[in-house]
């Protein structure tokens, strides 16, 4: 099963699962699990080949999904209680889309941070040949890698970012590079054959600076997603859960407060 981080007790308010994007881990998003966890649990996980789970050569969003299922079977409310509340980001909202589409009565509500469910051009390449090519040998501190990853990598908040999966001690990432360069075209990509729907409510919020999601995606996203609600934060890009945690939060807090009454 994944490496998953429980926060807070359990309460009689729902939980929440937290899932994180590429590169990232658990870890991330401790600060806002550790706010939300006030009144009820927040489960967070390392995704497969990210962290310390277990590393495996597919990084399908049906394999992806049933990883989380897996969590959620062991860890979350009962489907026959109404599941539970399910936050992803970017690759780890595709993986909970996909999941409310396969397993709906695992999930209570759905909250999609930043993506759409359709398939993107970009590529995360880059970032993969930075880290891959980063000599490891050479590195004693954070600071190190960091100005090595410069040459590369401009801007300094991805940098912090990608280096958060750096084990400086042990000289290693906590990331399945090889893999992760391997299968992204499914990671940027979408399945072209998802016929159900998830016709509870789900909630899409988005960085209005963000190029992640657009309302050219609307169409796609209701065809799945029909009870599906939209807002974004202004003047934030991809990362709004970094780039605005309160404001986020607070989001978060309200969609949570419609089913806490």
Same mark, same amino acid.
């Given at each position: ?61 049906? *394999? ?56 993107? *051009? ?12 980063? *000599? ?17 990598? %401009? ?5 912090? %970012? ?24 499914k990671i940027v990509g979408w399945p072209d054959d998802v016929n159900a729907v998830f016709d509870k409510d789900t909630f ?25 609600? %939209? ?31």
């Amino acid at each position: 099963m994944l490496n998953t981080v429980l926060t807070g007790q359990p309460t009689d308010k729902t939980p929440l699962l937290i899932v994180h994007g590429l590169f990232g881990s658990a870890r991330n998003w401790g600060v806002i699990a550790k706010r939300m966890s006030q009144d009820r649990q927040v489960i967070a996980v390392d995704m497969r080949n990210h962290g310390t789970s277990f590393r495996a050569n597919s990084m399908s969003y049906a *394999d992806l999904a049933g990883d989380l299922a897996e969590v959620l079977e062991s860890h979350g409310t009962p489907s026959d209680a109404g599941g539970t509340h399910v936050l992803g980001h970017s690759m780890g909202g595709k993986a909970t889309m996909m999941l409310a589409l396969m397993r709906p009565e695992l999930v209570k509500s759905l909250i999609v941070a930043d993506i759409s469910p359709v398939a993107y *051009d970009h590529t995360n390449k880059p970032l993969i040949d930075a880290m891959q090519a980063l *000599d490891l040998s050479k590195v004693d501190k954070r600071s190190d890698a960091d100005a090595m990853l410069a040459a590369d990598v %401009f801007d300094a908040g991805v940098r912090a %970012f990608l280096l958060q999966s750096l084990v400086v001690k042990d000289k290693k990432w906590l990331l399945n590079l090889q893999v992760l360069e391997d299968e992204m075209p499914k990671i940027v990509g979408w399945p072209d054959d998802v016929n159900a729907v998830f016709d509870k409510d789900t909630f899409f919020l988005s960085g209005a600076e963000s190029s992640y999601v657009s309302r050219d995606h609307r169409a796609a996203t209701k065809a799945l997603f029909p009870k599906a609600k %939209f807002a974004s934060l202004p003047d934030t890009g991809h990362w709004l859960h970094a780039e605005k945690p309160r404001e986020f939060e607070a989001a978060l807090q309200a969609w949570l407060a419609r089913y806490d009454a």
